[in-house]
């Protein structure tokens, strides 16, 4: 699996992915593997093991060269629990947090440049779906906080998933006018595929953002 991802040359990989993000508690997953405990994972209707966590994923980034990117839960999380995560990653030592990362066998900051805060947001198929209002105030929030802990961090807004609801618009205006001082990216998902094998028209999608 190494050697295959390795070949891809990906700059970047988020962790958690996907709707999981929005019921994951990053505490399950660090520590001794046998102490961890399993959760139900209601995005996909599983059982999450959590032994693979935080300093695993780190770990799998360094062997194939690729920069973390971690997505904190903004969907039954709270800011504290995103903030206690930067804290745990970055902080090089002399915190709660920091003194546990290096407990767990990790002394030096694990230095996490990307955070997104949640994921997919503006989907009512998301735990903790919210309003281009309520986003907008959490990713001000969250960000600040966030940024608090460590000032050098980036930060991605869950922008739009959801193209048939009408408020895109809106909830990129609202992210823009209310935490554009925090945030430095934003996050735009679709999914798509060629599947009328026109490769031409295939390759100019990203026209549409």
Same mark, same amino acid.
């Given at each position: ?53 935080t300093n695993e ?8 060269? /690729? ?7 903004c969907g039954d ?62 990713? /001000? ?50 999914y798509v595929d ?16």
């Amino acid at each position: 699996l190494l050697e295959r991802t390795k070949r891809l040359n990906m700059p970047v990989m988020r962790y958690p992915g996907g709707n999981f993000v929005s019921g994951y508690h990053w505490r399950d997953g660090v520590g001794a593997r046998f102490k961890r405990p399993a959760r139900k994972d209601m995005a996909w209707n599983t059982v999450e093991s959590n032994q693979f966590g935080t300093n695993e994923f780190i770990e799998f980034c360094r062997a194939i060269d /690729t920069e973390p990117y971690l997505a904190v839960n903004c969907g039954d999380g709270d800011m504290r629990e995103a903030r206690d995560w930067v804290e745990y990653c970055n902080v090089a030592s002399g915190t709660e947090l920091s003194e546990m990362r290096r407990e767990h066998g990790y002394d030096a900051p694990h230095n996490v440049k990307y955070w997104g805060i949640g994921n997919e947001v503006d989907g009512h198929w998301q735990i903790g779906y919210k309003t281009p209002e309520e986003y907008a105030r959490a990713a /001000t929030e969250f960000g600040k906080v966030m940024k608090w802990v460590d000032p050098s961090i980036k930060l991605i807004a869950s922008a739009v998933s959801n193209w048939d609801s009408g408020d895109w618009v809106e909830r990129a205006q609202l992210l823009l006018e209310q935490a554009s001082g925090t945030i430095d990216y934003m996050a735009l998902h679709w999914y798509v595929d060629n599947t009328t094998s026109d490769f031409a028209t295939y390759m100019t999608l990203s026209e549409l953002f």
